[in-house]
T-cell receptor
């Protein structure tokens, strides 16, 4: 079993829809949770960064962490064609020698 | 502000050939990383550096070597390329292990 699982998609939604992207993980030691957005043929860029459980909102984006279920989500409201990209979840333990573990990514297309 | 710059962007190698990928960052970051990205596998850490003159192994270091002679540069070497090293390689840098990692635009390497 991989440490971080993510449905690869592709996910296709109409413009304006609410998008839900999810990751599950197996190691309860993860404390830092991140979402990266990667446009085609570009490097990933950080979208959201949360520590431990709870919600974090930034504009149209909301990141949610449920540590009891080992489940994290990214919600995109009023999705736009410019949101079409691959979304990578990532997570890290607290100890400094543990590095970030990335999920395989979910491909999202927002259709005008 | 260039951020993280990778050279070259594309390369085709024959099995057994060697090459060096160059990563340069202008953000004065201490930490630098080399990842490979393969379909369905997510980003996997090859090697990383926590400062000038230091290097350490990541998740998939076999077949690669690195050097960090200058703080702003992190070199990834393939001594004898194999078809299994066909991948997209990303360099990243960060201020420390718990802050945002900034990625380069990637190098697409094909080994035939």
């Amino acid at each position: 079993q991989k440490e971080v699982e993510q449905d690869p998609g592709p996910l296709s939604v109409p413009e304006g829809a609410i998008v839900s992207l999810n990751c599950t993980y197996s190691n309860s030691a993860f404390q830092y949770f991140m979402w990266y957005r990667q446009y085609s043929r570009k490097g990933p860029e950080l979208l959201m960064y949360t520590y431990s459980s709870g919600n974090k909102e930034d504009g149209r984006f909301t990141a949610q962490v449920d540590k009891s279920s080992k489940y994290i989500s990214l919600f995109i409201r009023d999705s736009q064609p410019s949101d079409s990209a691959t979304y990578l979840c990532a997570m890290k333990k607290v100890t400094s020698y543990d590095k970030v573990i990335f999920g395989p990514g979910t491909s999202l297309s927002v259709i005008p | 502000n260039a951020g993280v710059t990778q050279t070259p962007k594309f390369r085709v190698l024959k099995t057994g050939q060697s090459m060096t990928l160059l990563c340069a960052q202008d953000m004065n970051h201490e930490y630098m990383y080399w990842y490979r990205q393969d379909p369905g596998m997510g980003l996997r850490l090859i090697h990383y550096s926590v400062g000038e003159g230091t290097t350490a192994k990541g998740e998939v270091p076999d077949g690669y070597n690195v050097s960090r002679l200058k703080k702003q540069n992190f070199l990834l070497g393939l001594e004898s390329a194999a078809p299994s090293q066909t991948s997209v390689y990303f360099c990243a840098s960060s201020y420390d292990e718990n802050t945002e990692a900034f990625f380069g635009q990637g190098t697409r390497l094909t080994v035939v």
